[in-house]
């Protein structure tokens, strides 16, 4: 019999670990499928101990599923497809002793030595796999429950651009059916580019470059598409068949990746096991400041397959690696002062201001507010005690006010009616949430501008930082970046420049030859980020055909490049001093070549111009797209003397008969695929 005493410890156990489920599902559904964990991991791994020794005390619950379970990314706006093998999650580890366990485990369950060991980087997006079949990609999945997935696959091949056929060259033999698991992710420059246009467009921030992945892998609005940019790493795989072909270890697992032109964790080191697992494991992790892609760990390996094969998996995690998690870093700081940026657009944004800190040995005194509403929902004060991260252990955030330590008179904060540059009455936009300075001679607008235009994202000419451009802007010389063409040496001087004039000066002149895609960028025009202007770039001669007619470029299903990039172009360009602006341009002689965009090509439709025309059975358009793309080919809408290959489905219309009245080579969809698979002739 119970006692009464007992019988209640046991229900307030039994409450504690129904809360406790609930607030495991709950930070589920928020890292998983929204990208935005409302706690650290720590805390989250606190929970999920906590609930584990409920469990243990309370032997009925354990059908609870919580536990076992590795979460669920499904949205269900996307067909589910099983994966070969289970997806599974990771052990993880926070400390010292944690590590020599799991090292101590290994030894154990080998019965022999210690195994060499690789160590990489834990790239923090959206895990990903990347199925083909006979060297063709069939699906790209979300690791959704671990067993099934959403199939993202379109997203995938039009944003990562990852081969949709692997080259059979060399003896890297291609398997029957493999599953390369990996992640996609934002690399932090991109992450601040988004939320610096979002910034500029009103729209709310992504709090962490994961949110930015996450929402973006899953992008339904293909219109959307052409301002995101996504990455890709491969750091393992699942099925591989026959298994005779496997990777006998990790840098051979890196080798064959390369020969089919997939991106592998290559900042990955062999170490071998044993006491130098931990000190080598803080020595890479100690390298993380200098990664340029968010990372919430180190992720420690088996190195060689067998060894791995001996060690097996559990029904979470494989018994041959371990996560190594780095703790987020919170601090206190106190706000000195709230500045306001004017953006290129002129949009303004608050920036705080803050009593330096060092957060994970880097010295912080500013973060971005974001926006008037965001600043306002925030409730911040100059004066007052704030807790700051690094959103992804890089870009400084504001978690929120510590109201315990607001001071008495801590200084409400006054939302500004006039620009800070030019003293013009500002605009208010979004029902006020976002502020604008609409003075097109403003300075700090000129700036900024001109900053994006020399930008390493953008046209990239090295040496013209803010201070050499600010003092060109007030000596009259440069307004906008056709200015940068006609400076003197005697200009540089003037402003500053002294012995490196000259070098500046050639540094402009080898600009000129950089690709067309890199002016659109840098024109810094709405809504167009680099992936539209590469997109852009394939469709358009040359730079002046950005002003061109409209009419020109309708019917243009075939480009990724979408209604709101064209409409952003033509109000960009409804103002006259935008066009004066790319005349300039031209009249300085700028007339930059066309270049494929960037991303890893099998290189088998290079130099081909592809028209597609009526409906592929098996292919969706913006896939198809992709592919040609990813084979290194351009696609153009509609035929003429350049079009080298016309690709034609069921109710192929006028283009067919266009590319038969000028000889152009046709195609059906089977012939396609064999030609983007190297089978036949391209
Ligand atoms: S190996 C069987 N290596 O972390 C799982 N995973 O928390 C083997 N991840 O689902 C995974 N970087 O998506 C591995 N270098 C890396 C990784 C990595 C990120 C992700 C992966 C996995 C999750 C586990």
Redesign the pocket.
């Known amino acids: 019999m119970l006692s009464i005493v007992a019988a209640c410890a046991m229900a307030a156990d039994r409450e504690r670990a129904e809360f406790l489920r609930g607030e495991i599902a709950r930070h589920d559904d928020l890292y998983f499928r929204r990208g935005e964990p409302a706690i650290s991991d720590a805390a989250y791994d606190a929970l999920k101990r906590e609930y584990a020794a409920m469990i243990a005390k309370l032997p009925e619950l354990t059908d609870a599923g919580s536990l076992e379970s590795i979460g669920d990314d499904r949205t269900g706006l996307f067909p589910s497809r099983r994966h070969g093998r289970p997806?599974?999650?990771?052990k993880?580890a926070y400390t010292e002793g944690d590590v020599r366990a799991f090292e101590a485990s290994v030894v154990r369950r080998l019965g022999e030595e210690s195994p060499a060991y690789v160590i990489?980087?834990?790239?923090?997006?959206v895990?990903?796999n990347l199925v083909y079949e006979k060297g063709e990609l069939v699906h790209a999945l979300t690791?959704g429950n671990g067993i099934e997935g959403d199939d993202v696959t379109s997203t995938i091949v039009a944003l990562t651009g990852v081969p949709t056929t692997l080259p059979a060259r060399g003896d890297e033999r291609i398997p029957q059916r493999v599953e390369l698991?990996?992640?996609a992710f934002v690399m932090f420059e991109q992450f601040q580019r988004s939320n610096r246009d979002r910034e500029e467009a009103g729209e709310p921030p992504h709090a962490h470059p994961r949110a930015l992945a996450a929402g973006t892998v899953r992008l339904i609005d293909a219109n959307e598409r052409g301002r995101r940019e996504l990455s890709l790493?491969v750091?393992?795989w699942g099925a591989w068949e026959p298994t005779a072909t496997r990777p006998r270890s990790h840098p051979e697992f890196l080798r064959v990746l390369h020969g089919w032109g997939l991106p592998g964790?290559d900042a990955?080191e062999a170490v071998p096991g044993g006491d130098a697992l931990w000190d080598r494991i803080l020595e890479v992790g100690a390298r993380r400041a200098t990664w340029a892609f968010p990372?919430d760990g180190?992720?420690v390996?088996v190195d060689a397959t067998l060894t791995r094969d001996q060690l097996g998996?559990g029904t979470t995690?494989?018994s041959w690696?371990l996560?190594v998690k780095f703790p987020s870093e919170q601090v206190m700081t106190r706000i000195v002062g709230i500045t306001w940026q004017v953006g290129r657009s002129g949009v303004l944004t608050p920036v705080a201001e803050l009593e330096p800190v060092s957060i994970s040995g880097v010295t912080v005194a500013r973060a971005t507010l974001h926006s008037p509403a965001h600043l306002l929902r925030m409730g911040v004060r100059v004066g007052d005690t704030v807790e700051v991260e690094r959103a992804g252990e890089v870009i400084p955030r504001i978690l929120g006010v510590r109201m315990d330590k607001r001071a008495s008179d801590a200084t409400p904060m006054v939302i500004p009616r006039s620009c800070p540059s030019c003293a013009t009455m500002l605009v208010e936009m979004n029902d006020g949430a976002t502020l604008r300075c609409d003075h097109p001679a403003c300075p700090a607008r000129r700036l900024r501008r001109l900053e994006h235009f020399v930008s390493p994202a953008a046209v990239d000419i090295p040496g013209f930082g803010p201070a050499l451009l600010e003092a060109l802007i007030a000596a009259g010389v440069m307004r906008t970046p056709a200015d940068l063409y006609r400076l003197t040496h005697d200009d540089l001087v003037r402003a500053g420049a002294g012995g490196g004039a000259r070098r500046l000066l050639e540094s402009v002149e080898a600009s000129r030859g950089r690709e067309l895609w890199r002016f659109i960028h840098g024109l810094g025009i709405q809504r167009i980020g680099a992936a539209t202007a590469r997109a852009l770039a394939d469709e358009l001669d040359d730079l002046a055909a950005l002003l061109g007619e409209p009419s020109v470029r309708e019917n243009n299903a075939a480009a990724p490049i979408n209604i709101s990039a064209w409409a952003a172009l033509d109000r960009h360009f409804s103002d006259p001093d935008n066009r004066a602006e790319v005349e300039a341009l031209v009249a300085v002689g700028i007339n930059p070549s066309r270049t494929k965009q960037g991303a890893i090509s099998t290189g088998l439709l290079n130099g081909h111009t592809v028209v597609f025309t009526g409906k592929l059975a098996g292919l969706a358009r913006d896939e198809a797209v992709g592919r040609v793309r990813a084979a290194g080919g351009k696609v153009s809408s509609a035929v003429s003397a350049k079009t080298t290959l016309v690709v034609a489905g069921e109710a192929a219309g006028a283009k067919l008969d266009e590319a038969r009245r000028l000889g152009v080579r046709v195609v059906g969809e089977g012939e396609f695929r064999k030609i983007l698979a190297g089978e036949i002739e391209n």
């Open positions: 997806m599974l999650s990771l993880k990489e980087p834990k790239y923090d997006g895990a990903i690791r698991r990996g992640e790493v750091h393992g964790t990955s990372t180190v992720v390996k998996e995690a494989p690696a996560a």
